[in-house]
């Protein structure tokens, strides 16, 4: 360590080289995951069991119906919703690179890939039956519009299912390879972060993931190097900011918060009922969205109004 750094950041650095030791940031398999590419699909694609579960639990259906994959980045799992028996399924992502590798390595019959824009998705009215989108929308910038897009697409009888994370997670900021100190970001500023975030990964003890080299399998000189995580990149969303959003634009939402899966956190289960605790102790959080029985319409702004039927 230098002498220029703070004692904010010798601290928070200290504690790093305390937790990079254990498995409470990252699993022997997720560790395993980040060494190469075809690892890491073969991670995500296993991250199927999960959804799947989920969507059994909460009564999604996805045999016989036309499924969206929303944020499906290069597709690792979109084909599994086939095999699950969709009559169809189309994942659309922000990422163009993304979609082209999606769309040059899958090809199954009824799988198809389309790119999105940061407040649009070009796909007819209610042409898909179940949407399920799996640790996409802390990164979606303009949850409103994407919401309003997703109900306009959505079918009446349909459903959503949300996986994601609240910024109050112990490793919300997703810099758990350099950063396993939970809840750092409560603790430390986004500056004293980022500057320790880096001189981790130039310490001589740091593992380098797939993450840190290039294209051509140079290692990456420097990241980390801005004050502040982008807002492009995670919207900082608490539950209670995504269920406010969900009712905004006309659905039905319930919120389903699961425990940690780890051995250190799985007695806290029980807490999760209390609304401000749920925040920091959900491992994850699953979202079902519907539209009412009596629909609601949106007015101009997007925002949900209730219609002359649902008054009636
Ligand atoms: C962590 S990846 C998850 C990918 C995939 N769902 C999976 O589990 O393998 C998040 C993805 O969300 C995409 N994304 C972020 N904002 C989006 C938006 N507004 N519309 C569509 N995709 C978005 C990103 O491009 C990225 O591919």
Redesign the pocket.
Same mark, same amino acid.
């Given at each position: 360590m230098g002498p220029e750094m703070k004692i904010s950041e010798r601290l928070l650095y200290r504690l790093v080289r305390l937790f990079y030791r254990t498995e409470v940031a990252h699993s022997p398999e997720m560790k395993q995951a980040l060494q190469d590419i075809e690892s890491f699909d073969a991670y995500?694609g296993a991250?199927i069991a999960r959804i799947l579960e989920a969507c059994d639990r909460y009564d999604i259906p996805i045999a016989g119906r036309r499924v969206l994959?929303?944020?499906? &980045?290069d597709g =690792?799992?979109s084909p599994k919703y086939l095999q699950r028996g969709a009559l169809s399924v189309v994942g $659309? !992502? %922000? !990422?163009e690179e =993304?979609i082209g590798r999606a769309q040059a390595n899958r090809r199954d019959d009824g799988l198809s890939f389309v790119k999105? &824009? %940061? !407040?649009g $998705?070009p796909l007819e009215d209610e042409s898909i039956d179940t949407i399920v989108?799996? !640790? %996409?929308f802390e990164? %979606?910038?303009?949850p409103k519009a994407?919401l309003s897009e997703l109900r306009r697409i959505l079918a009446p009888s349909g459903q959503i299912l949300i996986g994601t994370w609240s910024w109050r997670h112990p490793f919300a900021p997703h810099l758990w390879a350099v950063m396993p100190v939970p809840w750092a970001h409560m603790f430390f500023s986004e500056r004293t972060i980022l500057r320790v975030c880096r001189r981790v990964y130039h310490s001589p003890w740091y593992v380098p993931n797939m993450h840190d080299f290039d294209a051509n399998g140079e290692r990456l000189a420097d990241k980390y190097t801005n004050d502040m995580i982008s807002t492009d990149y995670l919207n900082k969303y608490l539950i209670v900011d995504f269920e406010a959003t969900f009712e905004s634009v006309g659905f039905d939402c319930q919120t389903h918060c699961v425990p940690f899966g780890s051995k250190y956190a799985r007695w806290t289960g029980f807490l999760l009922r209390a609304p401000w605790v749920r925040e920091f102790l959900s491992g994850y959080v699953w979202f079902v969205l519907s539209k009412p029985k009596a629909d609601k319409g949106l007015n101009g702004n997007g925002d949900a109004v209730a219609s002359g039927n649902a008054l009636r």
């Open positions: 995500r991250e994959d929303f944020g499906c &980045n =690792a799992i $659309v !992502d %922000v !990422d =993304a999105s &824009n %940061v !407040d $998705v989108s799996y !640790d %996409v990164h %979606v910038s303009e994407i």
